[in-house]
C-alpha cells in the first residue's frame, strides 16, 4: 500500500474544505435568491435574527459600492496575496499546521464563492442580517472565521 505524504494529506483537506464552502455559500445563496425578492425580509428570530435579500456591489460591508471591477481586482490582490503566503512558508521550510491550511481554505472558498457572484451577476447576494451588523452570507463568514484564526495564529507566535 501506497504511503500518503503530509503534504498529500493538507491538499486533500484543503480542497474539501474549499469545495465544502463554495458549495454551501452557492446552494444557501440559491435557495434564498428563490425564497426573496431584493430587499425582502423574513425574520426567523424577530428582532434578531433575519434573511433580508441584499444585493452588494461593493467589497466587505458594502464598502467601495459602485466602484466598477475594484472588488473583482481586490479579490485577485487577496488571492495573490494568500498564495505568496502560503509560498514564503514553504519557501522557507516552514510547515504550515493544519489551523493554518484550513484557514486559508476557508479564506480561497470565501473568496471563490463570492467571486463567482461578481462575475456571474455583478453584485454579491447577502442575506444572513443580524439588524446590528451589515447583511452578509455564507462566503463572508468563512472569509472571517479564516481571517480570525490566522490572526489568533500570528498573535500566538509574536507572544511566545
Known amino acids: 500500500m501506497k504511503n500518503i505524504s503530509r503534504s498529500q494529506v493538507d491538499i486533500f483537506i484543503s480542497f474539501v474544505v474549499v469545495l465544502s464552502v ?4 452557492r446552494l444557501t445563496k440559491s435557495f434564498f435568491s ?6 425582502e425580509s423574513l425574520p426567523i428570530i424577530y428582532n434578531v435574527l433575519h434573511m433580508t435579500m441584499v444585493h452588494n456591489t461593493g467589497i466587505a460591508f458594502g464598502f467601495l459600492k459602485g466602484h466598477g471591477a475594484v472588488p473583482i ?37 470565501g473568496a471563490i464563492g463570492n467571486l463567482i457572484d461578481r462575475i456571474t451577476l455583478g453584485y454579491v447576494v447577502d442575506f444572513i442580517d443580524f439588524r446590528f451588523w451589515p447583511v452578509f452570507n455564507i462566503a463572508d463568514s468563512a472569509i472571517t472565521i479564516g481571517a480570525i484564526v490566522i490572526l489568533f495564529k500570528c498573535f500566538q507566535v509574536s507572544t511566545k
Do not use: C, P, Q, W
Open 22 to 25: 463554495i458549495l454551501f455559500d
Open 34 to 39: 428563490e425564497l426573496l425578492s431584493f430587499g
Open 73 to 109: 481586482i481586490m479579490t485577485v490582490i487577496a488571492f495573490a496575496l494568500l498564495i505568496f503566503n502560503i509560498y514564503y512558508y514553504r519557501k522557507n521550510d516552514e510547515a504550515l499546521t493544519r489551523s493554518y491550511i484550513v484557514a486559508f481554505s476557508l479564506i480561497f472558498g
